[in-house]
């Protein structure tokens, strides 16, 4: 896993995936935005799941509620409520 500084310690991948989406919407504090980028220029592996990140969003950022199937929105729901449980629990 790569790291990198971000105040007193390390940005890892995990954070900085973490905080991909505030930073694609711009919503992230200057600070936390210059840790993000300099992760992204010595860590190609999150760059490239940055460009997947956006791509998803490209395709699927048309997409209306009704367009997704509910098994599918519903699987997805458990998926996104698991994988917060697991972040606020401490786990990583």
Known sequence: MKVLKWWS???ACREAVALFSDYIEGALPPRR????????????????????????IRVLGHLEPDDVPAPAMDELLEVFRRFHAEEEGGSG
């Open 33 to 56: 935005k210059a840790a993000v980028e300099r992760h992204l220029q010595a860590c190609a592996d999150c760059g490239r799941y940055l460009d997947q990140m956006r791509a998803t």
């Open 9 to 11: 310690r390390e940005l």
